[in-house]
Structures are given as structure tokens and as C-alpha cells.
């Protein structure tokens, strides 16, 4: 077949432009291969038509054609929403090993969107008149021959490094511009912080843009207007955050109410040519796909001047942090749906038909199960700018989705939307910055993973009030004038995770000041040794947590100094309580942009046996 063949045919005006979908889609598939020279459906293991699976809402659906390793291709009639079929098929990816690159077609237009993990969405479009370009076909044709040939050269890290250093530019410069720290530090300070916040607005804004939550591409269009003077753009910037933060119209626009309490304090600085040029350049980049995982450090390095030295320093590896994410929450929520899976299995095998009693019994379950689920909640007493929590968050909703897959693979009805999100995460950080960026970490994680996955974002509002992610001390409450401090409660848990400060015992004082060091110490007497590093407080907290309110598990970060004398009391009574399932004595680390060597201890009610990864006299007595 020629190209002006292929034209001819399927084009408009040709003997199979008017057939519909189902009749069309496995031929016009065929003359494509015939066209390309590539080969046909069945002539692999691996490769073929129809791929059934289920989707979103309790319809089972097929992916018209699937390439294991490759892709998947979406066929529909002309004219039809392409942007809903590259969402049916980012609902199937996950039961189709998620393939790199998803196609979607309507016989006159031919998208390309890769999904290769780690790397930005790219998107290429073959236009049915275009098919007798040659350079045009050699595109298409690598699709078979050359799929790794899509991966785009950017990954996402380079991208959030390349946003991280624009912003960290923007902040060292707005920040110049208020009272000198020598003069008027109060002054310093709420300004410094006034400039974080107006960033960190601006930063989501590039990211629902990219995301499609502000439509018309407006706020790159308000920064990319050169016609614009400081005050204008000033204003401008000002209206869209008011709009943002209570919905309605933004010019011809309709803007989503985004709430949340990002938008809730509104104050633009004024803003220099090279404020507006810095701002043109972050806008340039692809927000949708910066990496959550290391989002927060790099950000909070830009925004905070007590951290601005440590831009360019290495952070830590997401695969770490999944050291205590996997043992902690993934391994018992799986064991549980395990079980559970077993369970639906023997009501469905004595069901005879869909909606009787046992399916009926099974359904409840299942949604029970869901239910479980929501109700979970993973609290990082420490969490810095969200590392911790969003690969919690991350994990969490990996669990529902596969839960959700699984259950309509026998056969029961999938619920319209997954019940985990944002309102699962509960943190504790007493660095303003820090845990404003966790809320927007968590935000983001949110949004980006419905992105991923084929689901509609949540509106009236987009974003969860986080009220949950406390900016407060984890292990203090200091009271009213003259009352004396007590232990901090923390908020009722299913899990803890987190990287809690690393301070020597000695390094406490120099640090916290001798007043806090020794007040802490005596709130704590009879439970942490005098000597103890500070990391042990949150190590004996999550102990009590275990003891007193059922939290199921605790998975820490600590310093190799956990094996010294003065901390050897507080894992000995992690021991008497409860105990260690899983450790790792020496791994690497980062710490305030240092490389450190760690050791991440999980302790609690784990469902298996004492598992060790690593056994170490030292961590595990």
C-alpha cells in the first residue's frame, strides 16, 4: 500500500472514512502496519488486538491494540475527543505494565505520548495528509522498530533542578531588595518570608497551568507580557491569586476554585526587569513534570536564605526513602488486600450472576476494604519540605489503584474515584518554609498522579485544606506565659515515617540554646538517657505512639550513633514493647546537602515475622 493509497482510503470522501469505530479500527490498524512495513497484530508473543482490562467506573474496556514493551494504541471514529482516549488508556496502563508510549487515533489525526518513568510527557502528531511525508513515516515506523528512541533527553530531575536554581535566583534577588538583616532583622525575616510565600504561589501556578487547571495558558501569558510595567504585572499577579483562592471569572475566564489556604494571604512584591525576565525563563520549562520526590528539598534550598549554600548539593535518592516507605506501609496494606482478595474470590466463586447475594456480599467487602484505606493515615513527625510524605501519598494511592484493577478483574464494579488523597498525610515541621513547600508537595503529588493515571482532578475545591501539616514543635508544647512546657501530642496515626534532625547530644546545646536542650530533657527524663542524641525523642515518641494509641508501625531515620551508649536505652525499650522487624545499620544519606551514613531502623506490630534485611548486633540488640 502507498501512502496516496492510504490517504485516499481513510481520508474523507474515501470507502472507509464512514465506518465507525469498532468496524474500522482493526483495518485501518492493518493497512498502517501494510504502510510502514512493520509487523502485524499476532505475529508475537506479546502483541495483539484488544487487550481487555478494566477502567475507571466500573466499565471493562480494551486497549484496541498492545505491543508488550512498546505501546498501546487507542483507535476512535473521526472527530472524537483524542484527549479522552489518552485518558481510557492511562486508566489501563497499570494492567498493561505501563507501556512507554500510548498512541491515540481517530484515522485522521495520529498522537504520540510517551510515558517513559523519570522523564517528561512528550507529545508528537502525524496528520492523516501528512502521511506522504517520508520523514513523517520514519516517525510512525519507530513506534515498532525504535520505541526506546521516544525517551526524551530530559528527565524530570533535570527539570526540577532547572526550576529549583530560576526560583533560588528570583529569591536571592527579592529577598536584596527588603531591610538589612544587620539593621532590622524582624523586618528581614517577615519580608524574606513574605518573598517565599509570593514564590511558592507563583510555582504552583506553573505547574496548574501545565497541568491544565488554568485554562488560556494565562499566567505564562501575564509574565510574558513585555508590555507590562512592575506595577502592572504586580497587579495582574494579585487579581489572579484573589481569583484562584476564591473561583470565578479572570477576564473571559472561568478559573476553578483552588482554596487550600495557598492563596489564602496575598502580598506581590514588586517586581524588576530581571525579576520579570527570571520569571519568563521558569516559564518556559514543562511544571507538569517535575519530580515530586526531590520537589520540596531542592525548592526549600531557593527559598529559604538559611539554606541557600546548600543549592547544588546532592539530596537524597527517592529508592532510599522507599527503604522504610516499602516495609512500613506497602508490604502490610498489600498483605491485607491479599487476604482480602481471597475472601472476594470465594464469595464470587458461589455467585451465579451479577448482583445477587454473594455479589452483593463481595461488593461490600470491597468497598470496605476501600474504606480501610481511606481511614489510614501516615504521619511524618519531622517532615521537612514532604519527601516522606508524598512517596507515602504516592504509595497509598499505588495500593487503591491496584486494588481497584484487581477487583474489577473479578469481576466486581470499581467506584467512580479512589478515596485516598491528600487528607491521608499528616505532618509535623517547625520550619515555616519547610512546611508550606510539604503542603504544596503533597498538592502537587496529588495532582501530577491523577495526571499520570487517567483520573479527572478534584474540583470546588482542587486543593484539600492541609491543615493537618502543622507547622509546629514535635516535641514540645509550650503553654501560656509561666506554665511549663509539656510533651507535644501528636496526631493519632496509622503509620510513622520520617528523617528526624540529626543533633549529637553536644551539638543540641550549640544548636537549640541550653534552655530548650534542658527543658527537653526534663520533660523526657525518664525515657530518654540525658546523653541521647535528639533523634531518639522521636524514636521514643513513636514507641508510645505504639503503645498507647495503636499506631501499627514506625520507620525512622537515625544516625549511626544509635549504636553508642547514651541511645542503646531507648532501643532496648522499643524492644520490651514492641520490636524491630527491619534494619539497615549503615546506609548513605543526605543531611542539609552533606553526604551522611544512616541507619533506618522500622520498628512496631508488623504482620510477618522478625524479618531482617540486614542483622546488626548494633541497631537490633
Not at 467487602?365 to 519531622?382: E, M, N, S, T, Y
Not at 545499620?585 to 508488623?606: E, I, K, Y
Request: neutral net charge; hydrophobic residues 40%; aromatic residues 8%.
Amino acid at each position: 500500500m502507498t501512502p496516496q493509497d492510504f490517504i485516499q482510503k481513510w481520508g474523507p470522501g474515501g470507502p472507509a472514512h464512514g465506518l465507525n469505530e469498532e468496524q474500522g479500527a482493526q483495518s485501518h490498524f492493518l493497512d498502517l502496519c501494510e504502510l510502514l512495513g512493520v509487523p502485524k497484530p499476532g505475529s508475537e508473543a506479546g502483541y495483539l488486538f484488544e487487550e481487555k482490562n478494566s477502567v475507571i467506573g466500573g466499565r471493562t474496556g480494551y486497549a484496541d491494540v498492545f505491543r508488550r514493551g512498546a505501546f498501546a494504541w487507542e483507535n476512535k471514529a473521526p472527530g472524537k475527543n483524542l484527549d479522552a482516549a489518552l485518558k481510557q488508556l492511562l486508566s489501563y496502563s497499570l494492567a498493561l505494565s505501563n507501556p512507554p508510549i500510548l498512541v491515540v487515533c481517530d484515522r485522521l489525526t495520529i498522537r504520540i505520548h510517551t510515558q517513559f518513568t523519570g522523564h517528561p510527557s512528550e507529545t508528537h502528531t502525524v496528520l492523516l495528509a501528512e502521511l506522504d511525508q517520508p520523514a513523517k513515516l520514519a516517525l510512525l515506523r519507530r513506534i515498532w522498530t525504535a520505541p526506546e528512541s521516544f525517551r526524551p533527553k530530559k528527565t524530570s530531575r533535570d527539570i526540577t533542578e532547572a526550576a529549583a536554581r530560576s526560583f533560588a535566583t528570583l529569591a536571592e534577588g527579592l529577598r536584596k531588595r527588603g531591610p538589612a538583616k544587620e539593621t532590622d532583622p524582624q523586618g528581614w525575616q517577615t519580608h524574606a518570608d513574605e518573598v517565599a510565600h509570593f514564590l511558592t504561589q507563583c510555582l504552583f501556578c506553573f505547574f496548574a497551568e501545565d497541568v491544565g487547571l488554568l485554562p488560556g495558558r494565562m499566567f505564562e501569558g501575564l509574565v510574558n507580557n513585555r508590555k507590562l510595567t512592575s506595577d502592572k504585572l504586580t497587579g495582574g499577579l494579585r487579581n489572579l491569586f484573589s481569583v484562584m483562592r476564591d473561583g470565578g471569572l479572570y477576564g473571559n475566564d472561568d478559573i476553578p476554585w483552588f482554596n487550600g489556604g495557598l492563596f489564602k494571604t496575598i502580598k506581590v512584591p514588586p517586581l524588576t526587569v530581571l525579576d520579570m525576565t527570571e520569571l519568563r525563563n521558569a516559564a518556559g520549562l514543562n511544571w507538569s513534570a517535575i519530580d515530586v520526590s526531590i520537589f520540596g528539598t531542592l525548592f526549600e534550598r531557593g527559598l529559604d536564605p538559611g539554606k541557600r549554600s546548600q543549592l547544588g548539593a546532592h539530596y537524597t535518592d527517592p529508592a532510599t526513602i522507599e527503604r522504610i516507605v516499602e516495609p512500613v506501609l506497602k508490604r502490610p496494606l498489600l498483605q491485607v488486600w491479599k487476604q482480602l482478595v481471597s475472601v472476594l474470590q470465594a464469595l464470587l466463586a458461589k455467585s451465579t450472576k451479577k448482583g445477587d447475594k454473594n455479589y452483593k456480599a463481595a461488593q461490600v467487602k470491597f468497598i470496605g476494604g476501600l474504606d480501610q484505606l481511606k481511614d489510614f493515615r501516615v504521619l511524618d513527625p519531622a517532615c521537612g519540605s514532604g519527601n516522606f510524605l508524598f512517596m507515602g501519598l504516592k504509595a497509598l494511592k499505588d495500593i487503591e489503584h491496584q486494588s481497584h484493577i484487581e477487583a474489577a478483574a473479578l469481576g466486581l464494579d470499581r467506584e467512580a474515584d479512589l478515596v485516598t488523597g491528600p487528607h491521608n498525610m499528616l505532618g509535623l515541621e517547625l520550619n515555616e518554609y519547610a512546611a508550606e513547600l510539604a503542603r504544596v508537595t503533597v498538592w502537587i503529588g496529588e495532582l501530577q498522579w491523577r495526571l499520570l493515571h487517567g483520573y479527572e482532578f478534584k474540583t470546588n475545591p482542587v486543593l484539600e485544606p492541609l491543615d493537618h501539616i502543622e507547622c509546629r514543635d514535635a516535641l514540645l508544647t509550650f503553654g501560656a506565659c509561666g506554665a511549663a512546657p509539656v510533651e507535644a501530642d501528636w496526631p493519632k496515626a496509622s503509620v510513622v515515617m520520617g528523617n528526624p534532625p540529626f543533633l549529637g547530644d553536644k551539638m543540641m546545646r550549640s544548636e537549640l540554646g541550653d534552655a530548650y536542650t534542658d527543658t527537653l530533657r526534663q520533660v523526657y527524663k525518664d525515657r530518654v538517657p540525658g546523653g541521647a542524641d535528639m533523634v531518639m525523642f522521636w524514636f521514643e515518641k513513636a514507641r508510645s505512639q505504639i503503645e498507647k494509641t495503636g499506631l501499627y508501625a514506625a520507620g525512622l531515620v537515625a544516625t549511626n550513633s544509635i549504636r553508642q551508649r547514651g541511645n542503646r536505652p531507648v532501643i532496648e525499650r522499643i524492644q520490651k514493647t514492641t520490636r524491630i522487624y527491619e534494619a539497615w545499620a549503615d546506609m548513605p544519606w543526605v543531611n542539609q546537602g552533606a553526604a551522611v551514613r544512616v541507619s533506618l531502623v522500622c520498628f512496631g506490630q508488623a504482620t510477618q515475622g522478625a524479618r531482617l534485611v540486614s542483622r546488626h548486633e548494633e541497631v537490633v540488640g
